[in-house]
């Protein structure tokens, strides 16, 4: 059903309903009631955030019919006609289309000639900072000695740009971004006077989609409100503007946390046939892991999480660690980044979620040193004990040749072509007893590795002619310069713990 959208950007008539900008209302009205008027105003902040309303509010107060107050009484012919932009007395200009001398020359004749019906003739100049130096300096003349009826407002998303020479001469304003949680009272209220009903999280998540700006929240919300009828809900949202929903996203990590990758690249498929689009998706899982982080660190403001605590997966919360966390955003960020550049952007997208993936056995190089530190004490303290595992003659470990090698190696590339590539990769074949250890420096060919184990191990135990186990180790570049130095205290720690170190750094 479509929903006729007609008044949801209400104009705020008084100083008293110009939201989420306490400080520049208390002092403009200050100035109201004692009848402190400056002749030029110059209102700065970003895009969306009042800088304009509040300029005709000020027309609206200087010009009421009913006397000059900060509570202009919004039905008198003044302030209808301002809030219509049809006032002969209060002057819009665009600075952006109105750059030249001639333009403002045409208002250095105009403000000679008093105010038609009102006490003041105001002049709204938005985007000042765009008009010409010349532009300028013929404005500066007007400013230093205006008729005392002249009132200026300028507006400027650039204070930077506006030459020192106007500043100055200028009452300030510095308008700011509005809080989440004001943006999302005002969606709540607004929703309420337009009969809608409304969900929280909806608005909520509007409200942060805003970034700050009151105007982007009200566009969005119109938006929202286009498709979603009296009744709008995340769901619809969700559906309409393509956006992962916590369930799915939740799924997904579910999954990750579970060392799952055939589901993660599965319910992945599922949620971009869906029609969520890859910048959106890591998006959305970039905030996610923010948020479990936060989680991590027992901080549950709604604020800051961007969503209600209790929507995220508890089972994602305990299985990740403080720095598996950590590692998945940062492996996200970088992603971010990488795929302006990629071949293919889906693939990369793949990647990188089959590595979030296998970060539930990634333990952080702090963590290594920590249970190091940990086995050495035990072991000066006596207290240490391995299980010890009963001596044989296979007890031995070697290298594999590089013949043995390249016949396995030939052998699966008839059949798993991608798996003897993995493979190719291994920078370490050791056959300690009956188990062959590879290593590899890349996740991506370790885990493939991992993923059809039983095939090497079949082709393994043939060539070999002895029953094979495979144990696979990924230890990035950097963990095997570091691990030199440590080698024997790195192995005992990944055979203590039956590990692997996976993608570390220093
Ligand atoms: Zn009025």
């Known amino acids: 059903m479509a929903y006729e959208v007609t008044a949801t950007r209400k104009r705020p008539v008084t100083f008293a309903e110009l939201e989420g900008q306490d400080f520049v209302v208390s002092t403009i009205n200050n100035a109201l009631n004692t009848e402190r008027i400056a002749h030029a105003y ?3 902040g970003p895009r969306g955030v009042g800088k304009t309303s509040a300029a005709r509010i000020l027309a609206k107060s200087l010009n009421c019919e009913k006397g000059q107050s900060d509570t202009p009484c919004g039905v008198c012919s003044n302030c209808v006609s301002i809030a219509k932009g049809n006032s002969l007395d209060v002057i819009e200009i665009d600075g952006a289309s109105n750059t030249s001398v001639n333009d403002i020359r045409t208002i250095k004749e105009e403000v000679l000639f008093a105010p038609n019906s009102s006490k003041y003739k105001v002049y709204i100049i938005d985007e000042v900072h765009m008009l010409s130096n010349s532009a300028f300096n013929a404005l500066l003349k007007t400013i230093e000695e205006p008729p005392p009826y002249i009132v200026f407002i300028f507006a400027t ?12 001469r200028c009452q300030q304003f510095n308008f700011r971004l509005i809080s989440v949680g004001k943006i999302k009272e005002i969606l709540i209220k607004t929703s309420e006077e337009l009969g809608l009903d409304a969900e929280e999280d909806a608005l909520f998540w509007i409200a942060k989609e805003a970034t700050g700006s009151l105007r982007d929240a009200y566009t969005l919300f119109d938006q929202v409100v286009s498709f979603s009828g009296e009744n709008i809900t995340m769901e619809k949202i969700r559906t309409k503007l393509g956006i992962a929903g916590i369930d799915s996203v939740n799924k997904i990590a579910e999954e990750m946390a579970k060392g799952n990758t055939q589901r993660v690249l599965e319910l992945t498929d599922e ?3 869906g029609g969520v689009s890859i910048d959106q998706l890591i998006i959305d899982f970039t905030s996610y892991f923010r948020s479990i982080l936060f989680l991590k660190h027992n901080i549950v403001k709604e604020a800051l999480l961007g969503s209600n605590p209790s929507i995220f997966s508890k089972e994602v919360i305990s299985i990740y660690s403080v720095s598996q966390v950590e590692q998945a955003i940062e492996l996200l960020f970088k992603l971010y980044k990488d795929i302006r550049f990629s071949l293919n952007q889906r693939f990369e997208l793949e990647l990188v979620f089959s590595r979030l993936s296998s970060l539930n056995t990634y333990i952080s190089p702090n963590e290594i ?3 190091i530190e940990g086995i050495k004490k035990e072991l000066r303290s ?8 009963p001596q044989s003659e296979e007890k031995k470990s070697e290298e594999l040749s590089e013949d043995i090698i390249s016949g396995i190696i030939q052998s699966l590339r008839k059949n798993k072509l991608a798996l003897a590539s993995a493979l190719e990769k291994a920078t370490s074949w050791k056959l300690e007893g009956t188990a062959l250890q590879l290593t590899f420096d890349s996740t991506y060919s370790g885990n493939a590795v991992k993923g059809d184990i039983l095939s090497i191990k ?3 135990s043939e060539i070999l002619n002895k029953k094979i186990d495979i144990e696979v180790f990924i230890v990035s570049p950097s963990d095997r310069e570091s691990a030199t130095g440590v080698d024997e205290d790195l192995e005992l720690v990944k055979r203590v713990f039956r590990g692997e170190v996976v993608n570390g750094e220093k």
Not at 160 to 167: C, E, G, L, N
Not at 382 to 389: D, L, P, R
Request: hydrophobic fraction near 40%.
């Open 42 to 44: 110059l209102f700065s």
């Open 458 to 460: 079949e082709k393994v």
């Open 271 to 273: 949620a971009l046939m």
């Open 157 to 168: 998303t650039e204070i930077q740009k506006v030459p020192a020479t106007i500043r100055s």
């Open 382 to 389: 006596g207290s240490f004990s391995v299980e010890q595992k």
């Open 369 to 371: 040193l920590k249970k």
